[in-house]
């Protein structure tokens, strides 16, 4: 029966409407099986049978196939509008939720703060009214993780809810007004000067108490507040003396200094700590400080001794600050807090609502009731404050209301595929730091958990686009120009082992209404042009509905996240469900869709082919695993030659090799080297992984590449340069020969190309022993550590752009509620150096 439909089929022509190809395929590998005396015969028939088939296809197809210039300039403006209108939704939203109708399903109070106390009760009672208002806002928008209110007494109310996990010692350590969007909701940019008394009074408990307020204040501060930080007792010093007379940008590593003598023009504040002042030192203050009050001081008592308590609290009464009086250790949290709500008292009286948007932070996002997955986040922010005409001049705040925002779903809004291959997106902060970035790498592994790096969000621009060298990118886009620059640059792949040579194209914009800027990155060739073609739904589902077939499950195809129904659903499954009529009302990305049609159909061909070498078993190679062929919209055609147990490379093209499939950040490693490769020539690339010592080899089609050493950061817990050899190859050395010296002896050494490949053979003479050494090695000069270097880099003057609101004076405040009662001795020159640094940057 397999002879006569063989004989049937002969004129090949008229077998095309008879029998579809992947039936005759299944037909012929039937009767390949059973006729093996045929299987050449088969495998000649079978290779005709693909070859005017893909004729016919491309004959089918080849009208609607265009190839479209990318307009960088238009993409990123489209991107940052998009972006754009999220923000807009998300302030919306915040917006909503300031009128006083509050809400929450869960409710959260600090250990240190007493759950009982009236005001805490009455604040909950009040708010409750949020918990509609953030269902709302869930139902119109689920992208949305979190929607919250932290009260200034220290409640937090949450939605969605979830189950507070308490530390080891059974303490749940949270507290909402700690978090960068609550002071700085609450706050304008401020400038500290931190002054710590280490008299000989200033022993043991009572240091411990000053350095724990110290951190706490320092904690409260963000990356567009400034400061610094002196210690006195019988001399003046300041406790990092590369800082000497300046304020310093307050991020977590103090890297970056402030521009000289000028910090964030806005707040200006001394916070004194001590255990007692001799006297009030007014007429300081009357010269310097007086009649206005810009410099506000706070005064922190420590111990518990009371003795000169009038003058520690009239220091702080008449600058418009606030004393405290901290004993223990747990008095520290709630005294420290107390500043905050005093500097946001103009901002009260003038009833500006100023939304605020936060630097990246990494947090949890919710999988059954149970917060779980991290994710980088940025939160919408605004204060909420008392309108009672009797407490006006009081300023009373009562809170911060806020959302937050995933940003991958910032990032889903520019799609790998309209980037091309090597291009990428990303997003920076007012102060140059990154919100996004493909080579920005948060997390470190500590046995089988992943946490943050300590300074992950604070990581700049200049850090991962160190080609930039003189800068032009970074100070145009944290000034939020709109503009284009293009730079030759060395990027490296496959974990910094292989290095590619691009020519870029940089284009960015601001984000309107955010502090954010957004860039995208095109590189020139495959970056610069689409490639497009129309094909019918019925054609392309017939070429997606194969079982070997993928498509990049990370990027969005169709909107699964709006419909809970949808949640469950694969991007491969959404986009059948869609096509097949199935689930209409799904939000696609038309472009993408047809793009992927587009290339299952044309890439349909490679079935039969690869099916006919399996077919041919005297014609494959042993060893080969998987064939694989990937597009540009995210589709992965494979054909597994080797069950799971005889591959050599198990997780190769699974979800746990990440470097090799195509994900939200990157196109797969195999696809970015094969493309800067001359067209024609093969590529032999390794992975690293997942090998159990029995070499694995994936070849694809395409490239060419020196060596040199590239400069690059590490990820290691601690920031440090750091220069490592990563090796290119040269198509130009055909041939070479040299000697390796081995102690003793000496040997030689062969080179040479194997053609339209990046293979090369090399010979070595055997009767030289060198396994002592390791001659593939190349040795680094060690680097002396230079502290002027660092204290350089450290007062180093980048680039900012100050956020546009400032509220730090109002001349309707009535500053009477400034605190209890306590004690302090003060130096009359260490009083006036603070006040001359903060008169300086006024």
Known sequence: SCLALITMCRPLPLCWPVVSPAALFSILAFCSFKINRFQKFLYVLVSTIFFFFQIQKYKDIEGAVKIEEVDGEELVKKFAEEMEEICKESTFQVNNNTAFSYVSFNIQVPTNVYNQDPDILNGVYMSEALNDIFVDNFQKDPTLTWQFFGSSTGFFRLYPGIQWTPDENGVVTFDCRNRNWYIQAATSPKDVIIVVDVSGSMKGLRLTIAKHTINTILDTLGENDFVNIIAYSDYVRYVEPCFKGILVQADLDNREAAALGQGSLCNQAIMLITDGAMEDFQDVFQEFNWPDRRVRVFTY????????????????????GYYTHVSTLADVQENVMEYLHVLSRPMVINHDHDIIWTEAYMDSVLFNTQAQSLLMMTSVAMPVFSKKEETLSHGILLGVVGTDVALRELMRLAPRYKLGIQGYAF??????????????????????????????????????????????????????????????????????????????????????ETPFSLGIVLSRGYGEYIFTGNVSVEDGLHDLLTPDLTIANEWTYCETDIDPAHRKLTQLEAVKKYLTGKEPDLDCDSQLLQQTLFDAVVSAPMEAYWTALMLNTSGMEDG???????????????????????????????????????????????????????????????????????????????????????????????????????????????????????????????????????????????????????????????????????????????????????????????????????????????????????????
């Open 427 to 512: 997003l920076i902060t007012n102060n140059g730091y990154i919100l996004s970035h493909p080579d920005l790498r948060p997390l470190y592994k500590e046995g089988k958990k992943l946490k943050p790096k300590p300074n992950y969000n604070s990581v700049d621009l200049s850090e991962v686009e160190w080609e930039d060298t003189e800068e032009k990118l970074r100070t145009a886009m944290v000034k939020g120009e709109t503009g284009t620059l293009s730079l030759d640059v060395r990027t490296s792949v496959d974990k910094g082992r292989r290095v590619l040579f691009l020519r870029n194209d940089y284009f960015y914009t601001d984000i309107k």
């Open 624 to 842: 080969i695993e998987t064939a694989f062929l990937g597009t540009r919209s995210g589709l992965l055609r494979f054909q597994r030659y080797a069950g799971i147990e005889k591959r050599s490379g198990r997780s190769f093209l699974t979800s746990t090799d990440m470097e090799n499939i195509f994900t939200l950040d990157h196109f797969p490693v195999w696809y970015r080297r094969a493309a800067e490769y001359p067209a024609g020539q093969f590529l032999y690339y390794m992975p690293r992984q997942d090998t159990r010592g029995r070499g694995h080899t994936n070849v694809t089609l395409s490239v060419s590449p020196l060596a040199y050493v590239h400069k690059k950061k590490v990820d290691i817990l601690q920031p440090c340069d750091t220069e490592y050899p990563s090796f290119i190859y040269e198509p130009s050395v055909k041939e070479t020969n040299s000697i390796i010296k081995c102690g003793r002896c000496q040997k030689m050494f062969v080179v040479q190309q194997i053609p339209e490949s990046n293979l090369l053979m090399l010979v070595v003479q055997a009767d030289c022993d060198c396994s002592s050494r390791y001659w593939f090695f190349v040795p680094l000069d060690p680097v002396q550590h230079n502290a002027s270097v660092k204290c350089d880099r450290m007062r180093s003057q980048k680039i900012r752009r100050r956020p546009e609101s400032c509220h730090s004076y109002h001349p309707q405040e009535n500053a009477d509620d400034c605190g209890g009662a306590s004690v302090i001795s003060l130096s009359y020159v260490l009083l006036l150096l603070c006040l001359s640094i903060a008169g300086s940057i006024s």
């Open 301 to 320: 008592l420590i111990g518990r001794e009371m003795t000169f308590a009038e003058n520690v609290k009239w220091i702080a009464c008449n600058n418009k």
